[in-house]
């Protein structure tokens, strides 16, 4: 006869001495098709030279909590159009770096044709770093050629250093007359809390850095060339149109279009406020040194600045540097800004706007 109960006992005595399952330590993936299925189970992950097929993302979402991510060799993206992101980031706790002598080629000239967003191919977003918590940390990671925009950061607690971010390849002016990159901002900030960008060097077509909502966002020690210059907005026409607690300091800003802008859009609602910007140096600048507008329409301003989105609590310490000649060193525009702080302002080398309107006491055009 059959003693159940002694058996039904040595089987729970083997389940509970049976070891948990473990993550393994370190796993190394040359196959796109690999990735997603098991980067969750692993605490140390090596990219090694991976293709990503068209119409893909490399997802790196499920990483395990305090996972580090390396890219070593060349990544690189095969072309179709769609919206992407090529890559997308999550978690907690997580590293993103790269390898000596890696590169993250997203392959922007299959689909530059000098239009960005605004039409012709439809364009992927390069990276998502949506979604990471926990003093994440995204560095020295060697970016070329994004189709367009290339880190769009949605995040709590992140901190983003020494990327590198070079889309040269996208000056060239055979689309049309006009730059094949378009649109290639490097690092689009929104809804964000708790988030810094230091040490980065970016030569692109668009803004170096963007931020349309957020608190709590440092941009410092990065060098930007080429583009739009540093930019907070546009601000308003979003689900979040609040921008606060921020800090621009110790940039570099040459040959772009723009030096520090604020640009909150037309007829629209939200709010800039306590952001500081603290020795930055321009030279170079094609537009504008310094440029503050309330009446932005994407690309078409009106002209006519709205007080939807007040600018208020700015101070402007240790702006220095120089500005093209038929260029005009500051330019203010506004229908509500206030209590601003205008100290170290030393542009030279271009004109004086005469089209200023509701400057701040204080503040100079």
């Known amino acids: ?124 977003k390069f990276f998502y770093a949506h979604s990471l918590t926990g003093n994440s940390v995204i560095k020295g990671l060697n970016v070329k050629n994004t189709p367009v925009q290339a880190f769009s950061v949605q995040a709590t607690d992140l901190t983003i250093s020494d990327i590198t971010i070079d889309n040269t390849d996208g000056d060239a002016t055979d689309c049309d007359g006009e730059a094949c990159g378009h649109n290639t901002d490097a690092f689009d900030v929104s809804e964000s809390e708790n988030v810094t960008i230091k040490g980065c060097t970016v030569k692109n077509q668009d803004d170096c850095l963007a931020i349309n909502s957020g608190t709590g966002i440092t941009f410092s020690d990065n060098t930007c060339s080429g583009g739009h210059g540093i930019s907070i907005g546009s601000v308003g026409g979003r689900d979040d149109n609040d921008v606060a607690n921020i800090v621009i300091s110790g940039n570099t800003v040459t040959n772009s279009a723009n030096g520090l802008r604020i640009k909150t859009v037309y007829d629209a609602t939200g709010s800039v406020k306590n952001v500081t910007y603290t020795n930055n140096k321009i030279s170079g600048i094609s537009d504008y040194g310094i440029v503050v507008e309330q009446d932005y329409e994407n690309g078409s301003p009106t002209g006519k600045p709205t007080s939807g989105v007040p600018i208020t609590d700015i101070t402007f310490d240790g702006v220095t540097g120089s500005v093209d000649s038929d260029a005009e060193e500051v330019y203010i525009l506004c229908a509500s800004c206030s209590d601003w702080t205008w100290s170290g302002v030393d542009i030279t080398g271009g004109k004086s706007s005469s089209d200023c309107e509701g400057v701040p006491s204080g503040a100079s055009c």
């Not at 990735?35 to 068209?54: E, F, H, K, M, Y």
């Open 1 to 124: 006869m059959v003693n159940f109960l002694s058996t039904a006992i040595l089987g729970a005595s083997l389940v509970a001495a049976a070891p948990a399952m473990q993550k393994r330590g370190s796993c190394t993936f040359t196959s796109y098709d690999d990735v997603a299925d098991q980067i969750a189970d692993c605490s140390t992950v090596t990219l090694s030279g991976i293709t990503v097929p068209a119409g893909e993302t490399l997802d790196l979402s499920d990483a395990a909590d305090g996972a580090t991510i390396t890219f070593a060799g060349t990544t690189t993206f095969e072309y179709s159009e769609w919206s992407g992101p090529l890559i997308r980031a999550g978690g907690k706790g997580v590293t993103i770096t790269g390898a000596s002598g890696h590169t993250i080629d997203g392959n922007g000239a299959k689909w530059w044709d000098g239009e960005g967003t605004n039409g012709g191919k439809t364009k992927p």
